[in-house]
């Protein structure tokens, strides 16, 4: 007998009691759909002489389509030591900036609309006047991106013309943020002067002629150039540029807009210096140290701003309602710094005190051992958090966690496997051949230990 025949038809199955069930969840389409490709997927198998098993089509087509349906973009526990992970989508919003977005996301709001003169309005309105607060600048505007931000800067102020910045700036920040790249793509010249570890003030004196359009220094992100070094204070810069008549800029990457020192985090340039100093316009990022949504502030001078909103670009680089109304949201937490470190995860984890995460790792220590039993030793450890997203990439941050040596049985790699093949993937990171959770960013214990029982080393390692 052909093993094909032994294939129930679709109209059999969808007459079943578990199909309409399905179909009741996914639509009759798809359903047709999945249990087309399934029957097809087993004829084939058939044709190649493996057995072509009638039974289960409809279990398994259940199982299509709960992996189908669910989304692609999950929520994970980031226990990888970094706070704000580039790869795990950075800062997590505030409890009030979430509830904000979400008003934003199912109302209409009043945008691009003053409500005083029932007349248009601008959307840099809902954060402008926040923005200068907190900076001391006269005007803000908001993009997506950081990178956007350094781009329309560039773009409006420097268009066809030479922007001076020093060697040891020229930094890349990772994905594709090259600082000469962005700006030959904006459209302007890269005068380079100094050398990597030294840059002087005359080197800047004399690299301006009649097509110097600004000065900009680069925060040099993701390193550190150490021993024999000079740069320029950002005054005496702001001084010089102020002389020669142009502006001078300052593409401050994560900034902060408050004083981390006073938490015992490692010094962050602020905003606010960097205005005082008389930055004539700064940019930063919105998701990295302010903890808040994905996008890109530039706060300066009115004249320079005012430009910038003029210029097309801004039109295509602008930022929606509903990441306007998580940042006012995570810009107001920002008044108080204590206030700021209550209600920012981001500052509250990277504040997190030591002794609060090792005590929470001797609590986990005995559920996770248990679950592991016999395939790897586990223990409670010491570590370094780092606080990622380019910010002082020299300076670690002590912390705790669990650490899994190797019995044989298992490879860390294959224990780092498993946790991220969990229903809410852990992620941790092999330090020395040791698979290690940092526990720095787990707040809530209760999910990760619910599903240590799902933890499914057995079986071979996929490659
Ligand atoms: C992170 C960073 C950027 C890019 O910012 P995004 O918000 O990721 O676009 C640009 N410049 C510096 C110095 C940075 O640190």
Redesign the pocket.
């Known amino acids: 007998m052909d093993p094909r025949s032994a294939l129930p038809s679709i109209d059999k199955l969808l007459r079943q009691a578990e199909a309409r069930e399905l179909i009741a969840h996914h639509g009759r389409d798809t359903v047709v759909g999945v249990l087309r490709r399934l029957l097809q997927d087993r004829r084939m198998a058939a044709g190649r002489g493996e057995a072509a098993a009638g039974e289960g089509v409809l279990a398994e087509c259940a199982e299509r389509l709960a992996a189908q349906a669910r989304p692609s973009l999950r929520p994970v526990l980031n226990l990888t030591g970094t706070v704000n992970h580039t790869n795990l989508g950075r800062a997590l919003l505030s409890r009030r900036a979430a509830e904000a977005a979400f008003q934003a996301m199912v109302s209409a709001t009043n945008l691009e609309y003053d409500l005083e003169g029932g007349t248009r309005g601008d959307r840099d309105s809902h954060v402008e006047a926040l923005i200068c607060r907190l900076t001391g600048a006269e005007a803000a505007t908001v993009v997506n991106?950081?990178?956007a931000a350094?781009m329309l800067m560039l773009n409006t102020l420097a268009l066809g013309r030479e922007v001076v910045v020093s060697r040891g700036e020229l930094?890349e920040?990772g994905g594709a943020?090259r600082v000469p790249d962005v700006m030959a793509r904006a459209g302007c010249r890269l005068h380079e002067v100094g050398t990597t570890n030294r840059t002087h003030l005359r080197d800047y004196a004399h690299a301006v002629n009649e097509d110097t359009a600004a000065f900009m220094k680069?925060?040099a992100?993701n390193y550190a150039i150490e021993g024999f070094t000079a740069e320029v204070p950002q005054a005496d810069l702001a001084a010089l540029a102020r002389r020669h008549g142009i502006p001078f800029l300052i593409?401050l990457?994560?900034g902060s807009l408050i004083d981390l020192d006073a938490f015992g985090l490692p010094p962050e340039p602020t905003a606010r210096q960097a205005i005082r100093d008389g930055a004539d316009a700064v940019t930063f990022?919105g998701d990295?140290l302010l903890g808040g949504p994905q996008c890109?502030i530039i706060a300066g001078a009115r004249a320079l701003v005012d430009r910038m909103r003029a210029n097309p670009l801004k039109r295509a680089l602008r930022v929606d309602k509903i990441i306007l109304a998580a940042l006012a949201e995570t810009l107001q937490s920002h008044g108080d710094p204590e206030r700021a470190r209550a209600e920012i995860p981001t500052l509250r984890l990277l504040t997190r005190p030591q002794d609060e995460i090792r005590a929470l790792a001797e609590r986990l220590c005995p559920p996770v051992r248990a679950a592991l039993s016999g395939l790897a030793e586990v223990r409670v450890v010491d570590c370094l958090s780092q606080i990622g997203?380019?910010a002082q990439p020299v300076d670690l941050l002590p912390s705790a966690g669990l650490g899994f040596a190797e019995t044989g049985a298992v490879s860390a790699a294959r224990i780092a496997q498993a946790f991220r093949a969990l229903p809410l993937p852990v992620i941790g990171r092999v330090h020395k051949g040791q698979f290690l959770l940092d526990l720095r960013c787990l707040e809530d214990e209760a999910p990760f230990l619910a599903q240590l029982g799902r933890l499914a080393l057995a079986g071979p390692a996929r490659p």
């Open positions: 991106n950081n990178a350094v930094v920040i943020f680069v925060h992100s593409d990457g994560s990022s990295k890109g997203s380019g």
